[in-house]
């Protein structure tokens, strides 16, 4: 791996923390973060999956969550990624869906992460925390 591809990963990186907490927080709509993740290569597009399903493990989505997410995402409930979420313990295999499976599965994905992340500044991160990803910039700095 060369220099320059593991600069273009760290801007990946912070470019989906950015677009999936914008949408978690309501600072930017799903159907966005959709345009932005279909106009990035398949590689890419593995890459952020990956980076989500990290999101998605950290927030400790419940069954509960993956079915109200589904059902938030407008995927259809038997569509692979939305059953996946839905296994407990979910599934985390998104990056080894096909292509023509990534923005559904980026859907389903974002929306459970949103609720599970939602729950989760409500509780544990009221008033303050010390996470980069909930402090956000107000949205002005938003494309
Ligand atoms: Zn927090």
């Not at 079915?67 to 407990?88: E, F, L, Q, Y």
């Not at 994905?109 to 989760?120: C, E, G, H």
Request: glycine fraction near 10%.
């Amino acid at each position: 791996m060369t220099e320059s591809s593991s600069d273009e990963g760290c801007t990946l990186r912070r470019e989906t923390e950015r677009v999936v907490n914008g949408i978690a927080q309501g600072l930017r709509t799903l159907d966005a973060g959709v345009g932005w993740f279909a106009g990035l290569g398949p590689a890419r597009r593995q890459e952020v999956l990956q980076e989500v399903a990290g999101y998605a493990m950290q927030a400790h989505i419940t069954a509960a969550d993956g079915r109200a997410g589904v059902v938030r995402s407008g995927v259809k409930p038997t569509a692979n990624p939305a059953v996946m979420i839905c296994m407990d313990p979910p599934r985390y295999g998104f990056a080894c869906l096909p292509d023509a499976e990534h923005v559904t599965a980026f859907r389903v994905l974002v929306s459970v992460f949103a609720i599970a992340d939602t729950r989760r500044r409500e509780t544990d991160c009221k008033g303050a925390c010390g996470h980069g990803w909930h402090n956000l910039p107000a949205a002005t700095e938003q494309p």
